[in-house]
């Protein structure tokens, strides 16, 4: 009896210690930390809330991102890290869409990244990692929206790492005076910076949650897509990925019958131009040096762009959401000679793009037919020796009536609808998802995280899915069946079979 009463001590203290083995105190640039077990893989574990950069405020707003600020003891990482200020969107649907309501409250200290992983301390493992930045038109947005739960990924032996970077104003500023006081005679393109950080802080630290930093892949959509593209056309981002997916961010600009350049991404003009406007909307405001644009409340500088361009337009609304997204001052990345030196559409004529594996696609009810553009992309890289698939994602998501408040812009195959199934969380939606849906799901994830550990959707031994060229002109369409992809209003591209 005497024997049993050790024993079992003995067992369950090995069992609790064998537990914690599995979850290992990490150090890392800053710190300790340690994660929390996945909601539905207990073999995959989630780091929320790491700080890659030190907070971008007060005497570093409006700066690149400045060393992380070292904390005391293990920073247990269960709490999702602070989204970048920004409106919250109630109107146009996607808050019902996503679910928000959640997240942590928004600040300009927003610089925290989360991790999945399986492998966590273990050096060694050398598992593929993929970095994934949130779309939002550059001003909204966060990497812990419940369409980006990481744990499939996870799952699939992928290291997912999502960010939050600075959005708007804090993060796409022009001004002469920055320009002026930056080293670089730039100012502006902070949101990027940041990313570019992120994947410094990978290379750095990445290795200790079991990723291998030299087997890198960066992917976005919408304005994340945007990134993506501004960050394989950025010199200060090559050699930190090696691989690159462009989701819903249209591809090369084409000519039209007028010989107009019709396809590409909005451009904001000449960094000149935005900071000219820029230093008259802060001069209204009697913000008229540094210390007076830094020392002014979030509040007051989130509200300027707004107000002012409102108060200069005689109150005369917007024509259109997207006008109104980029009225007076344009907050999106720029090219300037030193974060960003030429266009993606001339990189990538040029031969000066990254020259990685490339995958690009779009939705069939996307803002607009990309299929064009995304072909004469595809067509370019190979002249250029490159490879790149391209895909159309053609499911509309099921509805069964019991959200009224959902708008047209939420219906079918709609802009954004394909992040439910490139992360299959699925179980965060209140559509009413059928077998095929879950199914469809799984293939791509698959494809994608394929890609992460291959560089080929298909897997190490290829298959069906080509890619794209001027000969070979087809798109993999994912869809649940040939009804869905007969929707189209714009004429889809030549699916591959």
Known sequence: MLMKKLILPLLLFAALSAHAAENPVLTIEGGRVQGVLADDHPEVFVYRGIPYAAPPIRENRWKAPQPVQP????????????????????????????????????????????????????????????????????????????????????????????????????????HPLLAEENPHHVSGNYGILDQIEALKWIKKNIAQFGGDPDNVTIFGQSAGGGSVRTLCESPLARGLFHKAIIMSAQGLSIPDANGNMVGGRYSGGTVEEAGAKAKEMFDWAGLTDLQKMRAASTETVFALNHLYWQIKDGGKQPASPMAAMFRGVPFMPMVDGY?????????????????????????????????????????????????????????????????????????????????????????HCWRPWTKGDWDLSEKMLTAWTNFAKYSDPNGPKGGAWKPCSEKNPKFMVFKLNDKDAEASTFGAPERAK
């Not at 909204?140 to 999502?162: C, I, M, R, Y």
């Not at 037919?369 to 370019?380: D, S, T």
């Not at 959902?406 to 992040?419: C, E």
Request: glycine residues 12%; charged residues 25%.
């Open 71 to 174: 904390w005391k003891g293990v920073k247990i990482c269960d709490t999702f890290g602070r989204p970048s200020y920004q409106a919250i969107q109630y109107t146009g649907g996607y808050y019902t869409e996503w679910g928000y309501g959640k997240e942590a409250a928004f600040s300009e200290d927003c610089l925290y990244l989360n991790v999945w992983t399986k492998a966590p301390g273990k050096a060694d493992k050398n598992l593929p990692v993929a970095l994934w930045i949130h779309g939002g038109g550059y001003r909204e947005g966060f990497g812990s929206e419940p369409e980006f739960d990481g744990q499939e990924w996870g799952a699939k032996d992928v290291v997912l790492v999502t960010i939050n970077y600075r959005l708007g104003v804090f993060g796409f500023l022009t």
């Open 339 to 427: 974060v960003s030196e030429k266009s993606f559409d001339d990189a990538t004529r040029q031969g000066t793009l990254a020259d990685v594996p490339y995958m690009i696609g779009f939705t069939l009810n996307d803002m607009g037919n990309m299929a064009p553009n995304i072909v004469e992309f595809c067509k370019v890289r190979a002249e250029k020796g490159g490879k790149a698939w391209a895909y159309e994602f053609a499911r509309p998501l099921p509805d069964d009536g019991s959200h009224p408040e959902v708008t047209q812009r939420l219906k079918g195959a709609f802009h954004s609808s394909d992040l439910w199934f490139v992360f299959k969380s699925l179980k």
